[in-house]
């Protein structure tokens, strides 16, 4: 395995980790992080969301290693420093949302080569949440989810709705579907967008460290989604509401200020979900476990519980 560069100066992640670069079934290059942890009691797979990448989730990794669980993660293809998938690399791009299960076999793959412990869990926050629920629907081996704002619809206005079906083949017609889907920009959201304007957390501590980010590696950064991958979306958020719920334990947190994702859609699915435990934390957004405490610390003792209970 090739070792890929990783910002720790950024991240603040637990010393030790294996950053790599690993080539998915279909050839796209992903990088890969795997940190293990003194007497694992097994190992979380990490999801991120959108436009995010490894650096961002340091602090997340350093608290599930001194809980004892060994994490492995990776940037997705289209975002961080994996392979972009438009020649435009602040485009947010996908065909297939299906197509990001191939990044989860090829992380799993590397946390057995890495040598991390089998016994698996998984965190999925935000669009992670959405192809963490296909990877769950698919029969991964593996004890149970803990889903942060999952992406299982995204919020909009209901006149807008049709045009997620409408758009994406229309566009495709006319060779348009990379184009940025209507009502988002190229630029990084957090750089133009000022904190009290933003969806994501009520902590400016966590916004600033955010900034941070943004200011010293705008390779990370990320824009709008495509009309592509918007149409995607929409797709495969449909088939996984038809799809029989998995038959694992699950835990969701999702903020009573949410407004990227749809909290009708999250609770919807958890409707008819016996195995399934759904948490509205009052007063939060869309960044739960980087929220202002106490809500941040509630979810990380929730969470711990909830992971050490399935082992």
Known sequence: MKPAPFRNDLADAPPGG???????????????????????????????GRTEYIEKYGKTIRHLNNAGWAVATLDWRGQGLSDRLDADARLGHVIDFRDYQRDVAELVTFADDAGLPGTRAMIA???????????????????????????????????????????????????????????????????ETAFDE????????????????AKAAPEFAL?????????????????????????????????SLEKIVSIKAIKRLHANWPSGELRIV?????????????AR?????????FLDSLV
């Not at 933003?198 to 980010?213: I, K, V």
């Not at 610390?297 to 519980?305: G, I, N, Q, R």
């Open 198 to 213: 933003n969806m994501l957390t009520n902590h400016p501590d966590t916004y600033d460290w955010l900034a941070e980010h």
């Open 282 to 294: 009052q007063g939060v957004k869309h960044e739960v476990m980087m929220e202002a405490p106490p």
């Open 223 to 255: 824009g709008g989604p495509s009309i592509q991958w918007v149409g995607a979306a929409t797709l495969e958020n449909n088939r996984l509401r038809r799809l029989p719920r998995p038959n694992l334990p699950v835990l969701t947190f999702v903020g």
């Open 18 to 48: 294996q950053i790599v670069w690993r080539r998915a079934s279909d050839g796209i290059r992903l990088r890969l992080g795997g940190w293990a942890a003194d007497d694992a009691k097994g190992t979380v797979l990490l999801l991120p």
């Open 297 to 305: 610390d509630s979810f990380f003792t929730e969470t711990l519980s």
């Open 125 to 191: 926050h935000s669009m992670g949440g959405c192809i963490g629920l296909r990877t769950l629907c698919n029969g991964i081996n593996i004890l149970g989810a803990v889903f942060s704002a999952p992406m299982w619809g995204i919020e909009m206005p209901a006149y807008a709705r049709p045009f997620t079906y409408l758009l994406p083949p229309l566009a495709r017609l006319v060779a348009k579907e990379t184009r940025f889907a209507p009502g988002t920009k190229p630029g990084n959201y957090i750089v």
